[in-house]
């Protein structure tokens, strides 16, 4: 990504907010609709533990900065959360209202009514003085690291992101449907934190910045830097020009004006990315989009409710089919050749495995080709860790302090995890930080 | 069918749905509509010489999120003319001759100008009289309302004037803004008066604004004490109805008034005692639409219990309500969560720890600090549909972890747990026997 532009105007248009703002009135009366549970389970069910019932009563109360405040406490990217986090199997899935034959209470909305508020007002999070030389760095701008550097700062830790795209932030500000979240309240969140005082760099670390630089220079190095670009299929004509994988396809309609996505779009995958490019293009003006995946409906990792919308948003979906090929005309991806698949005995992750039924390929003609089949590992940079253990591409960690086989480096966030939510990241960067914190007292008195 | 038609201190009427003295019944235009609307009485603003009132003149106090728990007035008495509201008074009378319209009035304490309001009111059609002695604020600045009615002497020898010369019953309504509400009852009493309202608004203050700093309602900077009413006022009502209802030396009908709103309350009232109950606020807040469901409500209720006429059911409630000393000790209860309708919000456990006696627990924590720290130490990730053998949160059955028991040996029956439970019936205070008889603290008293 050499550009910073952001493409934010036509967006707007495009891609409504998929749940609407509260106005302060509904926010009061969903805010009143709050039982107030004692050790809530909406808040044992935040990977980041935001107090939920204590912010919601203080949007009742009328004590919105309190609100916020609580909020930013448990979670520093509290509004982005707001907008991205899966609430139907987080906070709002936990809520006792399920069994009060009665709707759950819209924490998402209350939180990011307090969040809007909150930055609204050009609010700001008290600053705090640096103790000690120590310093930390924090290697990547996404989620995770932010969180981690938000959270050492706030105890008076010096600390230096290292990202290496123009604008931190990561897949907040790069990566996420912009029916979820818009950039520039990924970038508001990125000047909360560095208002906090932390220090952003943009620099390639492990190429022109060595490791072994930052391990002189930081007492530890957190380790952020999410997922590498997204797998390839590994068949035949996958270079041509109409085939883009997802995460590139959302960032370039983020960033450029004139992206266009022809009529028919062919989407490959059955995870939330593939839902949301596949949302994203019918968005931006394609006909006809068809997602793939070489397993069922019932396999399908997408979010229940992220399949439901996306059928409302008009995509098709076709299961029990896996690209063989994509078809080329005068340089350009055609139509996808595909086989169909029948389903076999469990494999690994306990779902049955998609195997190819012989003598079963059609063609599928489209304009444009966005596979969606998961990130990559970033293992290059790992393997020059020294000490730092990994599995199966990720990083392996102590997962209550987010600590490394090396005690000089921790970890959080998807390439830790291999790919999860946003609020799992920051509770990664959180716990790690705070692991950190506690090391450098022991390391210093 | 239950039978709503009322009889109160010989003043007849379709149903015992009066319009309190106040706003609603400013003139005879609206007091025709609420007629219409099928209210059973009403009694006319206060008359006496016309005041001028100030802007603003009401405030109130939400509670979560729901408005006008408590309204607070600084209006005066009726700021028309005196012939004015006579000659409307005369208007309603004769086009609805059934309903009762009573006049409420309030002048200077002097003999000759209260026997000129009362023969003036009743040449006018009046079926009864009020005598304005609660009005707590403004009036009462000027040796009226409430002035009266906080001097017992004061309010038997206006009654007495008043009595020399009226032709219809005389009510008396009081003011709750005294020590003992008894001392002015029996004194109207002693001056002859047929009956009694209560009660008038209660002196108050609703809340001060966080930004002038000046209390509401605000008028040109500054405010005043007004009277408060509305459902907030409701138990406070019934505690002076039952204290003048159960007075032997009282004995008088009494016109119910205080947070009543539906018909639920005004069943409470009359249980007290009431042969009829009178409704401003709810009426102000919502419109005199309101009475359809009082009657619809109480008759159904009658129904459902038998009671075919108002009288079967009037005053049951007044010989169940006793000094503490009479209580039996011996009575215990528990509390008994039903684990099958417990929906873990945990309310009667914080509720029990910190506001009651600690006899509500949770499996594996002594304390609730544990409980907490627990959660806050729990690892949780966002669980991944279909990857993560659906670990998801299932809100549709509580955690039987998060269902509080209680220790029934330990738990003394106050009903705070029962209390503070979102859920209806979920928590159930069930008696136990305690092997010992009936024994109040008077008795336990004269035992030893």
């Not at chain 1, 248009?13 to 609709?33: C, G, I, K, M, T």
């Not at chain 1, 309609?253 to 989407?267: A, Q």
């Not at chain 2, 309504?173 to 209560?198: E, Q």
């Not at chain 2, 720290?373 to 059955?397: E, M, Y």
Request: hydrophobic fraction near 40%.
């Amino acid at each position: 990504m050499s550009s910073a532009a952001l493409h934010v105007e036509r967006n707007l248009e495009q891609f409504p907010d998929l749940h609407p703002a509260f106005d302060s009135q509904a926010a009061l009366a969903e805010a009143n609709r709050c039982l107030f549970c004692f050790d809530a389970p909406c808040m044992g069910a935040c990977p980041t533990h935001i107090d939920v019932p204590r912010f919601i009563k203080k949007i009742a109360s009328g004590n919105l900065r309190g609100s916020a405040v609580t909020i930013l406490d448990a979670n520093i990217l509290g509004l982005s959360c707001s907008r991205v986090c899966p609430v139907d199997v987080l906070c709002e899935g936990a809520c006792v209202m399920h069994r009060y034959n009665k709707l759950p209470i819209e924490i998402g909305r209350l939180q990011r009514f307090a969040m809007d508020t909150f930055y609204a007002k050009g609010a700001h999070l008290p600053p705090v003085a640096q103790t000690g030389s120590q310093r930390i760095a924090c290697v990547g701008g996404g989620p995770a690291s932010l969180s981690c550097a938000a959270e050492l700062r706030r105890r008076g830790v010096a600390v230096t992101v290292f990202d290496n795209r123009p604008l931190p932030g990561g897949l907040n500000t790069y990566g996420v449907a912009e029916y979820k979240l818009r950039p520039a309240d990924s970038l508001r969140e990125v000047a909360m934190v560095r208002s906090l005082g932390v220090e952003f760099r943009q620099a390639e670390v492990g190429g022109a910045t060595p490791l072994d630089e930052l391990e002189g220079e930081y007492a530890f190095l957190f380790l952020g830097m999410g997922l590498g670009a997204m797998e390839r299929m590994g068949i035949p004509g996958e270079q041509a020009l109409g085939v883009i994988d997802a995460l590139r396809f959302i960032e370039r309609y983020k960033t450029l004006p004139d992206f266009s996505v022809g009529k028919t779009v062919v989407v490959i995958g059955g995870g939330n990315t593939a839902i949301d490019a596949a949302n994203a293009a019918r968005r931006l003006g394609a006909q006809d989009v068809h997602l793939f995946y070489r397993r069922t409906e019932t396999e399908m990792p997408a979010f229940s409710f992220e399949y439901d919308r996306s059928k409302v948003e008009g995509v098709q979906f076709h299961w029990l089919a896996q690209p063989v090929a994509i078809l080329e005309q005068e340089g350009r991806a055609a139509a996808v050749k595909f086989v169909r698949t029948a389903l076999g005995q469990p494999d690994a992750s306990g779902r049955r495995k998609a195997e190819p039924v012989p003598e079963s390929e059609f063609e599928f003609p489209c304009d444009l080709v966005i596979p969606a089949l998961g990130q990559s590992r970033l293992t290059s940079l790992l393997e020059s860790t020294r000490g730092v253990e990994l599995k199966g591409g990720s990083i392996v960690v102590d997962r209550a302090t987010g600590r490394t086989a090396n005690p000089r480096y921790y970890g959080g966030g998807d390439c830790v995890n291999g790919g999860r939510e946003v609020v799992d990241a920051v509770a990664d960067g959180k716990r790690a930080a705070l692991a950190m914190v506690a090391q450098l007292q022991v390391n210093h008195g | 069918m239950a039978d709503l038609t009322t009889n109160f201190a010989g003043i007849r009427c379709p149903n015992p749905f009066w319009l309190a003295s106040g706003p609603p019944t400013n003139c005879g235009d609206q007091v025709m509509r609420a007629f219409d609307a099928g209210w059973g009485g009403a009694v006319w603003k206060t008359i006496g010489e016309p005041i001028v009132n100030v802007s603003s003149r009401y405030s109130s106090v939400d509670w979560n999120g729901q408005r006008m728990m408590g309204l607070n007035n600084i209006e005066l008495i009726s700021d028309r003319p005196i012939e004015t509201n006579l000659r409307e008074i005369a208007e309603v009378k004769k086009r609805y001759p059934k309903h009762a319209v009573i006049a409420s009035l309030m002048v200077d304490s002097k003999r000759d100008v209260w026997h000129d309001i009362v023969k003036r009111s009743e040449d006018a059609g009046a079926d009864g009289l009020e005598l304005n002695f609660g009005c707590p604020h403004g009036m009462s600045e000027r040796g009226m309302g409430s002035a009266v009615g906080q001097v017992p002497e004061y309010s038997c020898m206006i009654t007495e004037w008043v009595k020399e010369v009226a032709r219809t019953p005389v009510l008396i309504k009081l003011t709750p803004n005294i020590t003992d509400i008894r001392t002015v009852a029996r004194a109207a009493r002693r001056g002859g008066a047929d009956a009694l309202s209560a009660i008038n608004t209660i002196n108050s203050i609703t809340g001060i604004d966080l930004d002038t700093f000046t209390p509401r309602p605000y008028v040109g900077g500054s405010s005043s004490h007004g009277g408060y009413c509305g459902p907030a006022v409701k138990p406070i009502a019934l505690h002076l109805v039952q204290q003048i209802a159960s007075d032997t030396e009282v004995g008088i009908p009494i016109s119910g008034i205080g947070g009543i709103a539906g018909w639920r309350e005004a069943a409470e009232f009359m249980l007290l005692g009431c042969g009829t109950v009178q409704v401003c606020t709810a009426a102000m807040h919502y419109g005199y639409r309101i009475v359809e469901d009082m009657i619809d409500g109480l008759s159904n209720w009658m129904d459902e219990k038998g009671f075919r006429t108002l009288d079967d059911f009037r005053g049951l409630s007044v010989p169940k309500v006793t000094e503490w000393k009479h209580l039996d000790l011996n009575y215990k209860i528990v509390a008994r969560i039903d684990r099958d309708t417990c929906i873990g919000c945990d309310l009667c456990y914080i509720a029990c720890w910190d506001g009651a006696h600690q006899c509500i627990h949770i499996d594996g924590h002594s304390r609730p600090e544990s409980l907490e720290a627990a959660s806050h130490a729990r690892l949780t990730v966002t669980p991944i549909a279909k990857l993560d053998a659906l670990q998801a949160a299932n809100g549709k059955k509580t955690p039987p972890e998060r269902i509080p028991k209680v220790d029934e040996a330990e738990c003394v029956g106050c009903n705070l747990c029962w209390l503070v439970c979102p859920v209806a019936n979920c928590i159930t205070m069930e008696q136990v026997d305690t092997g010992r008889p009936a024994q109040s603290w008077e008795q336990r008293c004269q035992q030893h």
